[in-house]
């Protein structure tokens, strides 16, 4: 039989887009100016040659994408950034698709816009990490079978309804209130955090303090004694004493007359409990006992202790409106400046879901700068050190999205977007400084920064290997060589030496520009 197939979407252009991200120029990033000291940047510039100008350094590396891109309504000014009729889109598609582009519809448009875009994203997801996108009912269907594609129908999370508007836009037949946040997740290690119960209130207590119980055993049938039989194992159960809560002791070894339990059997498949022998017994009449049910029957429970609770698909509070994101900003700036930014809550519950103390969070459609804004509120809240990326390419990048991050008591540093790597014939870019070739290089052969040294032609030195750029590899190159390293990787036009002298000496020669490494 054959493999279960993913259905995929066309469209007019297609063909031409699908590997576009792996020929989209690499830019290098100019710092123009910082506000205090951190790693945190800002980008002026089309966030399609910013990303990958991102890759060198961040290709999976961010823990937490999130990405608020034109909603294409088809109402140009709805909402910001949303014409794509944009000269530049225009340009680039003529570029890219060429005369077929004039015929494109725009829906045709806007996934080509958005189709690279979401490649060079996946690649600088950390393999445990999320990415998510608002959108509405506009292109929503269109997204998720592109998502599919470019992530994997099996990394889909969820789809969440937020209510971002609770009297609705009056158009279209039917006042629509909401809006939809997809989620994907680049491999099965995601593990998204619990968020804090607001409403939740413990009923049950011990010494160890307020409880809420959960049946420890898996009802998913896909788990059983079958794939899973270290997870199928009986509780013995007390059955003559119970506690202040109602709830029985247990063993793991056999008593006398003791109630013996096995996971319940559901549609005939023998279920299994969802923790281990070995967690079980760390835990027994802890955090599990047993619960009389009806009929004389029995159920193995878990206290759960955390006040907190897995996100749910609707988000319907208040904050979460896109009107307080309006509020806000008004407030910070003292007037109105941008239309309909994100509201803070959204991207706080966001950035609390999907992201560790440490990790890296990239917007690349960063508008008014409300996802820098929550990473910095949540780094206050809990002490954690997360970074941010955004990204922004209209003329506002700087006196709304940066400016407001600096108002909010955020540092960064706000780059543009510099020369390329290789000219339009695929040689290094003759304007470029050295430095900066040998920044690239050293980075894509080591992952570490290029430090400048005495040395002319030494790009570093890293795990008893040297790195060397010289325009021609020959004897007389050779000698002018003064770092000693067990092993050499010598980058140069062209090589005057044979194989077996190039083995001879340890040394790896990579011709330029062909052997440069082209993310």
Same mark, same amino acid.
């Given at each position: 039989?054959?493999?279960?197939?993913?259905?995929?979407?066309?469209? =007019?252009?297609?063909?031409?887009?699908?590997?576009?991200?792996?020929?989209?120029?690499?830019?290098?990033?100019?710092?123009?100016?910082?506000? +205090?000291?951190?790693?945190?940047?800002?980008?002026?510039?089309?966030?399609?040659?910013?990303?990958?100008?991102?890759?060198?350094?961040?290709?999976?590396?961010?823990?937490?994408?999130?990405?608020?891109?034109?909603?294409?309504?088809?109402?140009?000014?709805?909402?910001?950034?949303?014409?794509?009729?944009?000269?530049?889109?225009?340009?680039?598609?003529?570029?890219?698709? +060429?005369?077929?582009?004039?015929?494109?519809?725009?829906?045709?448009?806007?996934?080509?816009?958005?189709?690279?875009?979401?490649?060079? =994203?996946?690649?600088?997801?950390?393999?445990?990490?999320?990415?998510?996108?608002?959108?509405?009912?506009?292109?929503?269907?269109?997204?998720?079978?592109?998502?599919?594609?470019?992530?994997?129908?099996?990394?889909?999370?969820?789809?969440?309804?937020?209510?971002?508007?609770?009297?609705?836009?009056?158009?279209?037949?039917?006042?629509?209130?909401?809006?939809?946040? =997809?989620?994907?997740?680049?491999?099965?290690?995601?593990?998204?955090?619990?968020?804090?119960?607001?409403?939740?209130?413990?009923?049950?207590?011990?010494?160890?303090?307020?409880?809420?119980?959960?049946?420890?055993?898996?009802?998913?049938?896909?788990?059983?004694?079958?794939?899973?039989?270290?997870?199928?194992?009986?509780?013995?159960?007390?059955?003559?004493?119970?506690?202040?809560? +109602?709830?029985?002791?247990?063993?793991?070894?056999?008593?006398?007359?003791?109630?013996?339990?096995?996971?319940?059997?559901?549609?005939?498949?023998?279920?299994?409990?969802?923790?281990?022998?070995?967690?079980?017994?760390?835990?027994?009449?802890?955090?599990?006992?047993?619960?009389?049910?009806?009929?004389?029957?029995?159920?193995?429970?878990?206290?759960?202790?955390?006040?907190?609770?897995?996100?749910?698909?609707?988000?319907?509070?208040?904050?979460?409106?896109?009107?307080?994101?309006?509020? =806000?900003?008004?407030?910070?700036?003292?007037?109105?400046?941008?239309?309909?930014?994100?509201?803070?809550?959204?991207?706080?519950?966001?950035?609390?879901?999907?992201?560790?103390?440490?990790?890296?969070?990239?917007?690349?459609?960063?508008?008014?700068?409300?996802?820098?804004?929550?990473?910095?509120?949540?780094?206050?809240?809990?002490?954690?050190?997360?970074?941010?990326?955004?990204?922004?390419?209209?003329?506002?990048?700087?006196?709304?999205?940066?400016?407001?991050?600096?108002?909010?008591?955020?540092?960064?540093?706000?780059?543009?977007? +510099?020369?390329?790597?290789?000219?339009?014939?695929?040689?290094?870019?003759?304007?470029?400084?050295?430095?900066?070739?040998?920044?690239?290089?050293?980075?894509?052969?080591?992952?570490?920064?290029?430090?400048?040294?005495?040395?002319?032609?030494?790009?570093?030195?890293?795990?008893?290997?040297?790195?060397?750029?010289?325009?021609?590899?020959?004897?007389?190159?050779?000698?002018?060589?003064?770092?000693?390293?067990?092993?050499?990787?010598?980058?140069?036009?062209?090589?005057?030496?044979?194989?077996?002298?190039?083995?001879?000496?340890?040394?790896?020669?990579?011709?330029?520009?062909?052997?440069?490494?082209?993310?």
């Amino acid at each position: 039989m054959g493999g279960f197939s993913v259905p995929t979407l066309n469209w =007019l252009g297609k063909d031409k887009v699908v590997t576009y991200h792996q020929h989209v120029p690499f830019h290098f990033l100019d710092k123009k100016f910082s506000v +205090g000291n951190s790693e945190n940047m800002i980008i002026h510039g089309d966030n399609l040659l910013a990303l990958k100008s991102l890759l060198p350094r961040y290709e999976s590396k961010i823990k937490c994408i999130y990405i608020d891109p034109p909603y294409n309504t088809g109402n140009e000014g709805w909402i910001y950034n949303d014409n794509v009729s944009d000269p530049r889109l225009q340009k680039w598609l003529g570029q890219v698709v +060429g005369k077929e582009g004039e015929d494109l519809t725009r829906h045709d448009k806007w996934l080509c816009m958005m189709y690279p875009r979401l490649r060079l =994203l996946q690649k600088l997801l950390r393999d445990d990490g999320a990415i998510f996108i608002s959108i509405d009912d506009n292109e929503v269907a269109s997204l998720k079978f592109v998502c599919d594609e470019i992530f994997g129908a099996s990394n889909f999370i969820s789809q969440i309804t937020l209510v971002a508007n609770l009297s609705g836009r009056d158009y279209g037949g039917i006042a629509r209130m909401h809006e939809y946040i =997809l989620v994907y997740r680049k491999s099965p290690l995601l593990q998204l955090n619990l968020i804090n119960d607001e409403e939740g209130k413990f009923k049950m207590f011990d010494k160890f303090g307020g409880f809420e119980l959960r049946e420890l055993r898996n009802r998913n049938v896909r788990f059983n004694d079958g794939n899973r039989p270290n997870l199928y194992y009986p509780f013995y159960i007390d059955t003559e004493s119970a506690d202040e809560n +109602g709830l029985h002791k247990i063993s793991l070894e056999k008593k006398e007359n003791w109630l013996e339990l096995y996971p319940l059997e559901s549609q005939g498949i023998k279920t299994v409990w969802r923790w281990g022998k070995e967690k079980a017994t760390a835990n027994l009449n802890v955090n599990i006992m047993a619960k009389p049910m009806k009929n004389n029957r029995y159920m193995i429970v878990e206290k759960y202790r955390e006040e907190k609770k897995m996100a749910r698909s609707v988000w319907m509070e208040k904050e979460f409106r896109n009107e307080s994101g309006t509020l =806000l900003l008004k407030e910070i700036f003292g007037g109105k400046v941008f239309d309909y930014p994100k509201s803070l809550e959204t991207l706080l519950r966001i950035v609390e879901l999907a992201t560790e103390k440490n990790s890296i969070v990239l917007d690349c459609f960063a508008g008014s700068g409300t996802t820098a804004h929550a990473v910095i509120n949540l780094n206050q809240q809990d002490g954690g050190s997360r970074r941010f990326i955004l990204i922004e390419m209209e003329d506002y990048a700087e006196n709304i999205t940066a400016e407001r991050v600096k108002r909010v008591g955020g540092n960064f540093n706000f780059y543009e977007l +510099g020369e390329t790597l290789f000219d339009e014939d695929g040689f290094l870019n003759e304007n470029l400084p050295r430095e900066k070739i040998f920044e690239y290089i050293y980075f894509s052969e080591t992952g570490k920064n290029f430090v400048p040294s005495a040395e002319e032609n030494l790009m570093g030195v890293n795990d008893d290997r040297a790195y060397y750029f010289f325009e021609n590899l020959s004897w007389t190159t050779l000698a002018e060589i003064k770092t000693r390293a067990k092993y050499y990787t010598i980058y140069a036009e062209a090589c005057n030496l044979s194989d077996a002298e190039l083995s001879k000496y340890n040394i790896t020669y990579k011709q330029i520009p062909f052997d440069v490494r082209r993310y």
